[in-house]
């Protein structure tokens, strides 16, 4: 999927109408096990075979080669739901969940599957109630596990809450066995729900306490923090402890986070703005925030000390950092190292960089040079991916992307092409597309850290004081005085 956003995203190379051949498929059509997402997409050949007995009669599906292309949104949904004799494919079921919400919310959807199961109920032949529930009651649970476990923040909202436990009771009455795996789903759901607003307590401590920690260091800047090599010396370790940071809040986010990004109305639906009012969380602006709080923190620790070689010290250390995050898979932190280092208060220290032996500084530079749409960057994460896939250890697992990129992608593959066709039907090519490329991302936020946790290094990373820009400039000039007039003038505004 990093090649198709790099197709995507090369000049002069905008997708305005999606492609004849049509999206990659794929096989399958037994009922399907949740997670892992890894070859989802993949495997390719959406079998048209699995969809005859169901589709054929509503004509509103259009395919071409097997593939699905597009739908009405009503014959969409009921392609979500399951009959005694048809399951949906799992990555059909990912893809319309992720993308439905742009034309509607996720409760309306929630109450329309609801609405279909029971329709469906009534229509099997009268007094086979219990003979309908065995054949179809597993099938809706799975979908309800689907749903519960990829996209559980769609259940903060109390409307989604209701109507899942109404149909999951329905399901529950028929059968002993079911009642369990009711109970079961909503366990496990309910436990995701109170891990994210468990998360959201932490972080805003952790943004509390940074911010009394910066009060503390404005009334007494005698007390200025330790450095961060006196809290952690070894830049292996730091690395891991960034890994540590960075799979944690990737972790946190929401499939759809991705999606909500750019909703806008649904030019059908005039009055509907569609989600823009239920947005549920903001963990990927959270994760956003981080990456700027590490670029930051590397410029503050850079231009704080006094002596030109404790300077020079600190950038090496950093460029070791950088280097062993390489070397994970952290691509993230990597990234946020490097911007810290290229920012002007921190590059203009001619003086400092004489001193720092750059070779390594600029292999890791050419690594993530943003030219021709960051090919260097794009083949290590490919690289990192297939090493991933064939992993032996957690370890080998990690994948953590460079993360603006990711969404400036997923952006521009929205961007590139409309979510209706003409006819109004809804432009599933396009979904399949950009679900394809958020399944990976869900495969790399599902790796546990193997490193053991540094409670004290975190502790630092994550409140330590760092610098505004300004402050960042006024430590600068005071450790190499201004060159030109521009920079004397700033210095003097800035005192």
């Known amino acids: 999927s990093t090649q198709m956003a790099a197709r995507y995203l090369s000049p002069g190379c905008h997708i305005t109408s999606c492609s004849e051949n049509g999206v990659p498929s794929q096989t399958g059509g037994k009922m399907p096990q949740t997670p892992p997402f890894a070859a989802m997409f993949d495997s390719s050949g959406y079998n048209r075979n699995l969809y005859q007995s169901k589709e054929d009669n509503c004509g509103e599906l259009y395919y071409h080669d097997n593939n699905l292309l597009s739908g009405s949104l009503e014959a969409l949904i009921q392609h979500l739901v399951p009959t005694v ?126 911010t009394d920690r910066l009060t503390v260091l404005k009334t007494k800047p005698q007390s200025i923090q330790r450095d961060i090599i006196t809290v952690c010396n070894d830049p292996y370790v730091l690395a891991q402890q960034l890994t540590h940071i960075e799979l944690e809040r990737l972790n946190y986010i929401g499939p759809e986070e991705f999606i909500q990004a750019f909703v806008q109305k649904d030019p ?74 290229n920012m002007s208060p921190v590059s203009r220290l001619k003086k400092t960089w004489a001193k720092v032996k750059t070779a390594k500084f600029y292999i890791l530079e050419h690594q993530m040079d943003p030219s021709s749409n960051f090919y260097n960057y794009r083949t290590a994460l490919r690289g990192a991916t297939q090493r991933s896939l064939t992993a032996h250890s957690n370890r080998e697992k990690i994948v953590i992307p460079f993360f603006s990129l990711l969404i400036k992608d997923i952006y521009f593959l929205n961007e590139g092409c409309a979510n209706r066709l003409p006819n109004g039907h809804v432009n599933f090519e396009k979904f399949w597309e950009l679900a394809k490329q958020v399944s990976e991302f869900i495969t790399w936020k599902q790796v546990e850290c193997p490193f053991e946790r540094d409670w004290k290094i975190l502790q630092y990373l994550l409140t330590v004081p760092v610098f505004s820009d300004d402050a960042l400039y006024l430590a600068s000039y005071e450790s190499e005085s201004p060159e030109n007039h521009i920079e004397k003038d700033r210095w003097k505004t800035l005192r």
């Open 268 to 341: 059908l639906n005039n009055d509907k703005s569609c989600y823009r009012d239920q947005k549920k969380t903001r963990n990927l602006e959270a994760y956003v925030e981080w990456f700027n709080r590490l670029s930051y923190l590397v410029a503050t620790e850079i231009c704080m000390p006094v002596k030109k070689k404790h300077r020079a010290r600190v950038i090496e250390y950093f460029i070791d950092v950088a280097r062993e995050c390489f070397n994970i898979g952290n691509f993230n932190s990597l990234m946020a190292i490097i911007s810290g280092m």
């Open 85 to 210: 004799d048809y399951y949906p494919d799992r990555t059909y079921i990912f893809t319309f969940l992720l993308s439905s919400r742009l034309f509607m919310h996720p409760y309306e959807l929630m109450a329309k599957v609801c609405q279909l199961c029971i329709e469906q109920q009534r229509l099997s032949e009268p007094g086979l109630d219990k003979n309908w529930i065995h054949k179809i009651a597993p099938k809706i649970l799975q979908l309800l596990t689907e749903w519960t476990e990829t996209f559980p923040y769609d259940f903060r909202d109390e409307r989604m809450m209701r109507n899942l436990k109404e149909l999951a009771q329905r399901i529950a009455s028929g059968d002993e066995m079911y009642r369990k795996n009711v109970q079961q789903l909503l366990q496990n759901l309910i436990r995701k729900l109170t891990a994210v607003s468990q998360y959201e307590e932490v972080l805003a401590k952790i943004d509390a306490t940074a």
